[in-house]
């Protein structure tokens, strides 16, 4: 911020040298202030690079966790051979596996029936005899009686019920029709019972009374109402797209990519917290240059980079394709992975997994950096806050001091400057007498 | 009051930095001065020396306005708060 100049205009034959002395006060005095203002946006830029760190750890602490996970599930992932009968997907398994379903002999379906007989005004024509119903979703009983005997009054009133089925009006050339469909798959008897305490009619058809998944998993029968099947293999979900009889085998295993993706996210996620922290050391450092947590945080990554398994046949992360170049920087080869044997693949999942012997348990320490409640990190920002709020609550005391005290000596200069122009009016009147004695005294002028 | 001591007077309140004791002894000197009262060579040399502790005066106290200035100019970012340094009124 420039300060502008003061404007001085004074009576006194000085007064012309106080603009300079003034201006000259204003660039020194600015000195301490500019400081003070340096010192409160020193603070805030400190905590905007603070964000940008605990960003990259919390990344950083992201992808090692992911990584761990990766490494303790083997990086398994499930296949089909028959993606048209069978889909899988790998949710959360730890060993690998293969597992036949021998055949499907059914598919679940949702039950949907229709009225046998068609009414011819959807809003007038009467539905039932008395106006009372019972409907049957399987084994529950939902008695109602309606006020709006029509289809109109029975559509709206079921889908009322919280039944599990949804009503609604067919309308063809024959007359309309009420439509019952239940609302997830599976067996289940739907009946609409017309005067349920007297001639008790079903007034649907009985067509399709829906159907189960039923298969053959390792010659084991399975049945159950959805084609989502997650509870029979652990970690392993698959669907069921079609009947079969054909055997389609579904295998678990480990597989390099998956590994080979969490390694790259890991080293890109170390990357940029690197970048960060060199740029905080050395001759061209930042704000953050000599912080403590930028100390601790290279340490960790210090720790992670140099990480060592006390057993098995990988025990560093070079003999994973990591590598280091002179500021640190990492960088991973895919390639590294490829004629694994499975012991040293093994071993590699060993080795990064989230144990507390794994690669992967140092992203809680790199939580209590970035932790946004109360993570180091973020203390050392209320800190900051704390500085910028002191230095604010400093310069409007000093505003409300300041405006005070300057009407005060404004008005002191003010006089003085008066005084001092009458006073250089009575010295020349001195002068003048004095040099007018001279010339009485000794014929001459004097000094 | 002889000018000899309206002007050690007015000398006197400089050193002190009394500007109302000063304007006072300048009034005196000016009357003296009125009435005919001839100077003598200590009389302009103490009213030689009080200007110049007088515009001593005036710097000191326009430095600390300079500064009062800077200090509500820093917390003023957005304009110029009012001047109170125009001695012409």
Do not use: C
Request: hydrophobic share 40%; no cysteine; net charge negative.
């Amino acid at each position: 911020m420039s300060i502008s100049p003061l404007t001085v205009t004074g009576v006194s034959q000085f007064s012309s040298d106080l603009q300079s002395i003034m201006d000259r006060a204003v660039k020194i005095a600015q000195l301490p202030i500019q400081a003070l203002q340096n010192r409160d946006g020193d603070a805030l830029q400190q905590k905007s690079l603070l964000s940008g760190l605990s960003a990259a750890v919390s990344g950083l602490a992201d992808s090692l966790e992911s990584l761990g996970q990766t490494a303790q599930n083997r990086a398994l992932s499930a296949s089909s051979s028959d993606s048209s009968v069978v889909t899988a997907s790998s949710s959360g398994a730890t060993s690998a596996g293969v597992y036949t379903i021998n055949s499907v002999t059914s598919i679940a379906s949702a039950a949907s029936e229709r009225s046998s007989i068609s009414y011819a005004d959807s809003a007038s024509t009467p539905v039932g005899t008395t106006g009372a119903f019972r409907l049957v979703v399987g084994g529950d009983n939902f008695d109602f009686t309606l006020a709006n005997n029509s289809l109109v009054g029975l559509r709206d009133k079921i889908n009322a019920l919280g039944a599990g089925v949804t009503a609604s009006i067919l309308t063809t050339g024959d007359g309309n029709y009420i439509s019952i469909s239940a609302n997830a798959t599976g067996q289940k008897a739907l009946e609409l019972r017309d005067d349920p305490t007297g001639a008790n009619t079903n007034l649907l058809t009985a067509t399709n009374q829906g159907s189960n998944l039923v298969f053959h998993l390792n010659g084991i029968q399975v049945t159950q109402s959805r084609n989502l099947v997650n509870s029979v293999v652990p970690g392993l979900t698959f669907t069921v797209q079609a009947t079969s009889n054909t055997a389609v085998k579904l295998t678990l295993a480990s597989d390099s990519n998956a590994l080979s993706s969490a390694l790259s996210n890991f080293a890109q996620g170390f990357n940029a917290l690197r970048g960060q922290l060199n740029a905080q050391t050395g001759s061209a450092a930042g704000l953050l240059s000599g912080n403590p947590l930028v100390t601790q945080l290279s340490g960790q990554l210090r720790q992670l980079a140099s990480h060592r398994a006390s057993s098995g046949s990988i025990k560093s992360l070079a003999e994973l394709g990591i590598t280091f170049d002179s500021k640190g920087t990492m960088s991973f080869d895919p390639k590294a992975l490829n004629g694994f044997t499975s012991e040293q693949l093994s071993d590699g999942f060993a080795f990064l997994d989230n144990s507390s012997t794994g690669l992967g348990a140092f992203a809680s320490g790199l939580r209590q950096f970035s932790n946004p409640i109360g993570g180091l990190i973020k203390l050392e920002q209320d800190g900051l806050d704390r500085v910028d709020s002191a230095i604010q609550k400093q310069l409007r005391i000093l505003t409300d001091r300041v405006t005070v005290m300057q009407r005060g000596l404004a008005l002191k200069l003010q006089q003085a400057d008066s005084l001092l122009a009458a006073l250089e009016s009575q010295q020349s009147v001195v002068k003048a007498s004095l040099q007018g004695l001279s010339v009485v005294l000794y014929g001459k002028q004097q000094g | 009051m002889t000018l000899e001591e309206a002007s050690a007077a007015a000398l006197e309140a400089t050193r002190i930095g009394d500007l109302d004791a000063l304007a006072k002894a300048l009034a005196a000197r000016s009357s003296a001065l009125a009435s005919g009262e001839s100077p003598t060579p200590g009389v302009h040399a103490a009213g030689e020396l009080t200007m110049e502790l007088l515009r001593q005066l005036i710097r000191d106290t326009g430095l600390e306005v300079a500064r009062l200035k800077q200090l509500q100019m820093a917390t003023f970012p957005s304009g110029e708060p009012p001047s109170y340094v125009d001695l012409a009124g």
